[in-house]
């Protein structure tokens, strides 16, 4: 096989580190992927060690109602996916069978369900803690991991529709929140350096949708309320972001009415790890066999 | 205009305070305005004055006092 003329994606394929399914972005993992992923996993925890998180794992659906109340179809519609399931008689049994062998629409008669894919760790998360009533005085500090989806499909591989994200939100006092964001600025810096990975942190937006969406991403750049790890994976011009570093002021505080001890709006902030995009930043790096890396990185990630 | 424009403020922005108590170069954002209200403002402004704001003016400054958000209405109606 030709290494010089085949893509990043076709050469994961050729050597099982990921698996084609025939869609664009939703891909089976390997092993030696797998053991990346665990061994980063393995590295974060190490890294908020001290830190005392509260720890949740998610499904990767949530709630359709609070989804709904989260005002995610306000910003970014094109991205959301919900599931359906089939919900009719007997007779639209047959018509739905009828359907899928002659190639016709199936699908039109699926109602939604109570669930939708979840697009970002910390969506499920707010409802929580809101339901736990007002925080403590030194608010509160989650680790959280979901599968999230969103529909962008690509064929560059660090652009999946399906994948995991890990967490830390924090939730308090504005201070708290800016604060937690500069040490995870600072911690981010070492991370990618002990992966060994190229890297520059710069100021980014969210893909709000449509017109309304362009001033939202403009004034979310002008306060700077969002950072991004990058790493050049399919290309160094538009580098990948790995990680994001947010500053939410009270938005999701005030949506969902979390109160911080002394009863005000409390504001929140989050640090994400694409967790897919920095395994794929590693074999971009440092090779798709991973026996070939650096010891250091090896040593890192346990491998 | 400036009239309009604060009724529009009064009907999108959702402020604490009346839009008539707000001087014309007061920084709307200070006064409360969200992002997200700034958007339904946007698009008010759009329809009731029946002009369409471009790209390079869809940005927080546009819409951050009543005299900038006048600012930006003339010079799309002059261009018109």
């Keep these: 096989m030709c290494q010089a003329c085949d893509s990043f994606l076709d050469r994961l394929f050729a050597k099982g580190v990921l698996h084609e399914t025939g869609v664009d972005g939703l891909y089976g993992r390997g092993q030696a992927f797998e053991a990346v992923i665990e061994g980063m996993d ?3 925890t190490r890294l908020a060690e001290g830190d005392h998180a509260e720890v949740i794992r ?4 949530m709630n359709r109602a609070l989804f709904e109340k989260s005002g995610y179809m306000k ?18 049994h047959l018509a739905l069978l009828d359907n899928i062998h002659n190639g016709g629409d199936w699908t039109g008669g699926q109602g939604a369900t109570d669930i939708v894919l979840t697009p970002a760790a910390c969506y499920p998360l707010y409802p929580i803690v809101a339901r736990r009533g007002q925080l403590a005085p030194e608010g509160g500090l989650f680790d959280i991991q979901s599968y999230c989806f969103r529909h962008e499909p690509s064929k560059d591989p660090a652009r999946m529709q399906m994948f995991r994200m ?3 939100v924090r939730i308090g006092l504005p201070e708290q929140a800016a604060s937690f964001r500069e040490s995870w600025l600072e911690r981010a810096r070492g991370f990618a350096e002990t992966l060994e990975l190229p890297h520059h942190i710069d100021v980014a937006n969210d893909p709000f949708f449509g017109r309304a969406g362009r001033m939202m991403a403009s004034s979310q750049r002008e306060q700077a309320l969002k950072f991004e790890l990058l790493v050049p994976i399919e290309s160094t011009e538009n580098p990948t972001a790995c990680q994001s570093f947010n500053y939410h002021q009270d938005h999701f505080g005030e949506l969902w009415g979390i109160k911080t001890a002394s009863g005000e709006t409390a504001h929140t902030a989050c640090v994400g790890f694409g967790m897919e995009r920095l395994a794929l930043a590693l074999f971009k790096h440092h090779g798709i066999d991973t026996n070939g890396w650096p010891t250091s990185v090896r040593a890192a990630l346990s491998l | 205009m400036l009239d309009t424009i604060r009724r529009l403020v009064d009907e999108q922005g959702r402020l604490a305070v009346a839009a008539e108590a707000i001087g014309d170069n007061a920084d709307l954002y200070a006064t409360g305005l969200t992002s997200f209200a700034a958007v339904q403002l946007m698009l008010a402004l759009e329809e009731t004055f029946d002009v369409e704001f471009p790209d390079r003016m869809l940005n927080r400054r546009s819409f951050s006092s009543i005299a900038s958000i006048a600012g930006c209405l003339h010079e799309l109606k002059e261009a018109a």
């Design chain 1, 42 to 44: 393995r590295l974060i």
């Design chain 1, 58 to 61: 998610f499904p990767p659906g």
């Design chain 1, 75 to 92: 910003n970014f519609p094109q991205l959301a996916g919900t599931v359906h399931s089939f919900a009719g008689s007997e007779k639209d």
């Design chain 1, 166 to 168: 890990r967490e830390f």
